[in-house]
């Protein structure tokens, strides 16, 4: 729960950031959503393109204006924020979300998908369905899953080749018991963080490095500080597009049906525009000089897993949700 004055100050904040959403649209209902990444980034364009089709099909009544960059906070604030209705949309990493929601922790566990297209199948299916249900109870609406690439370790201190090379090393992670639990299984240690400041806090040695995938090293300019980036991808995380409830109550159910189905529409228009932007990434990164260590034995990192699953797979519905996964073909 948010304090008072916190609440406040942001009922303030949203309703001076609606005025000028809606002096910006013509239509009659400005929905804000917030996201932490830049202009241009996938996620931010994805949404752009849903309120694109939104607008369309409501002949301009309903449109969506994007604060991107963090413009309304960080993703732990904001998640408070959307749930109270001070603001409408948001896209978040399902990391965020694991202390309040117990479906998103399998998703978010290291090695649960094989491949990025087998993440995409279960997401795409029932299974995923059955995770955006689950964000209801907590006045949220899911309205689809976005991709947040293969994670992968980076540092400013030595390239790290095995799983004995992170021992002791401090790594940002996201503020998620489980994103800790499993940088601590490997040996090193979790530092959780806002994203806002890991580039200030490995440049100044308060941690050693991070992870992430490809394009958030990049658009962040963690690779300037960071100069080992190591492919052992333990997570690839699916990032969540959801709704106020309270907003999302407001709307007809004409209108509602409209926006799921935007949402869905903007996945593999997000896809096309993640692929391009990873080859990018990659590209620039490696053209100014980070050390790019891949083909490590990935065998030691998922053994090392055990207790990160025994600790936060308790219940029955998780357990069977890890293995309906796994059984996806």
Same mark, same amino acid.
């Given at each position: 729960?948010?304090?008072?004055?916190?609440?406040?100050k942001?009922?303030?904040?949203?309703?001076?950031?609606?005025v000028?959403?809606?002096?910006?649209?013509?239509?009659d209902?400005?929905l804000?959503?917030?996201?932490? %990444? $830049?202009?241009?980034? $996938?996620?931010?364009?994805?949404?752009?393109y849903? /309120?694109?089709?939104?607008?369309?099909?409501?002949?301009? #009544?309903?449109g969506?204006?994007?604060?991107?960059?963090?413009?309304?906070?960080?993703?732990?604030?904001?998640?408070?924020?959307?749930?109270?209705?001070?603001?409408d949309?948001?896209?978040v990493?399902?990391?965020?979300?694991?202390?309040?929601?117990?479906?998103?922790?399998v998703?978010?566990?290291?090695?649960?998908?094989?491949?990025v297209? %087998?993440? %995409?199948?279960?997401?795409?299916?029932?299974? /995923?369905?059955?995770?955006?249900?689950?964000?209801?109870?907590?006045g949220?609406?899911?309205? +689809?899953?976005?991709?947040?690439?293969?994670?992968?370790?980076?540092?400013s201190?030595?390239?790290?080749?095995?799983?004995?090379?992170?021992? /002791?090393?401090?790594?940002?992670?996201?503020?998620?018991?489980?994103?800790?639990?499993?940088?601590?299984a490997?040996?090193?240690?979790?530092? $959780?963080?806002?994203?806002?400041?890991?580039?200030?806090?490995?440049?100044?040695?308060?941690?050693?490095g991070?992870e992430?995938?490809?394009?958030s090293?990049?658009?962040?300019? %963690?690779?300037?500080?960071?100069?080992?980036?190591?492919l !052992?991808?333990?997570?690839?995380?699916?990032?969540?597009?959801?709704?106020?409830?309270?907003?999302w !109550?407001?709307l007809? $159910?004409?209108?509602?049906?409209?926006? #799921?189905?935007?949402?869905k529409e903007?996945?593999?228009?997000?896809?096309?525009?993640w +692929?391009?932007r990873?080859?990018a990434?990659?590209?620039?990164v490696?053209? +100014?000089?980070?050390?790019i260590?891949?083909?490590? !034995?990935?065998?030691?990192?998922?053994?090392?897993?055990?207790?990160?699953?025994?600790?936060?797979?308790?219940?029955?519905?998780?357990?069977?949700?890890?293995?309906?996964?796994r059984?996806?073909?």
């Amino acid at each position: 729960m948010v304090g008072l004055k916190t609440l406040k100050k942001a009922l303030i904040s949203g309703a001076a950031l609606a005025v000028l959403s809606i002096s910006a649209h013509a239509a009659d209902l400005v929905l804000r959503s917030s996201d932490t %990444h $830049p202009d241009g980034y $996938p996620t931010v364009e994805a949404v752009k393109y849903m /309120g694109k089709l939104v607008e369309e099909r409501t002949d301009g #009544r309903i449109g969506i204006e994007v604060f991107h960059s963090a413009q309304l906070g960080e993703e732990k604030d904001t998640i408070e924020q959307t749930r109270f209705g001070v603001i409408d949309m948001n896209r978040v990493s399902l990391g965020p979300f694991n202390n309040l929601i117990e479906e998103t922790r399998v998703p978010s566990l290291p090695y649960i998908f094989r491949s990025v297209e %087998h993440m %995409h199948k279960v997401m795409d299916g029932e299974i /995923g369905q059955d995770i955006l249900d689950a964000f209801e109870e907590h006045g949220l609406i899911g309205l +689809a899953f976005y991709d947040g690439g293969a994670r992968s370790f980076y540092n400013s201190k030595k390239p790290i080749t095995s799983k004995e090379d992170l021992a /002791g090393m401090k790594f940002r992670v996201m503020q998620s018991d489980l994103f800790v639990d499993m940088v601590d299984a490997l040996g090193a240690n979790a530092t $959780p963080m806002p994203y806002g400041e890991v580039y200030s806090s490995i440049q100044t040695g308060v941690i050693d490095g991070a992870e992430n995938n490809w394009p958030s090293f990049e658009s962040s300019g %963690h690779f300037e500080v960071a100069g080992y980036y190591t492919l !052992d991808e333990h997570l690839i995380v699916p990032e969540v597009l959801v709704i106020s409830k309270t907003s999302w !109550d407001k709307l007809s $159910p004409e209108d509602q049906e409209i926006l #799921r189905q935007a949402a869905k529409e903007s996945v593999p228009y997000m896809r096309k525009l993640w +692929a391009e932007r990873e080859a990018a990434s990659e590209a620039k990164v490696r053209e +100014a000089g980070v050390e790019i260590i891949s083909g490590i !034995d990935k065998t030691p990192f998922i053994e090392a897993m055990g207790p990160v699953y025994e600790k936060h797979v308790t219940s029955d519905k998780l357990k069977d949700l890890v293995e309906r996964i796994r059984a996806v073909e």
